[in-house]
Nanobody, 121 residues
Framework: QLQPVESGGGLVQPGGSLRLSCAAS????????MGWYRQAPGKQRELVAA???????NYKDSVKGRFTISRDNAKNTVYLQMNSLKPEDTAVYFC???????????????WGQGTQVTVSS
């Protein structure tokens, strides 16, 4: 089973950029879909972006054109490049893995600690 570990969060001003990384130890990374999720205080966790094993991507409408998900199978790592950040992007960001259906629905049982992203002036 893959164990994802997120990194790269921090405090950034509105309009700024961050790149999140998720290193997944374990076998089978290249054949799994990967997803980035976020959870803001008082809100449910939501899917932000997903990428299939073949590179197909899916984005939440509010981040289209600003966020880019990518993967490096040689490094067992998935990235989330976030540009033009807004205060409403503030949340704890998680990554996770599974089949495409599981990633899209966020039905995984195991979740890591995530990485905090705060967008504020």
């Amino acid at each position: 089973q893959l164990q994802p570990v997120e990194s790269g969060g921090g405090l950034v001003q509105p309009g700024g950029s961050l790149r999140l990384s998720c290193a997944a130890s374990g076998a089978g990374f290249s054949i799994r879909a990967m997803g980035w999720y976020r959870q803001a205080p008082g809100k449910q966790r939501e899917l932000v972006a997903a990428i299939s094993s073949g590179g197909t991507t899916n984005y939440k409408d509010s981040v289209k054109g600003r966020f880019t998900i990518s993967r490096d199978n040689a490094k067992n790592t998935v990235y989330l490049q976030m540009n033009s950040l807004k205060p409403e992007d503030t949340a704890v960001y998680f990554c996770n893995t599974g089949t495409w259906r599981v990633v899209i629905t966020g039905a995984q049982d195991y979740w890591g600690q995530g990485t905090q992203v705060t967008v504020s002036s």
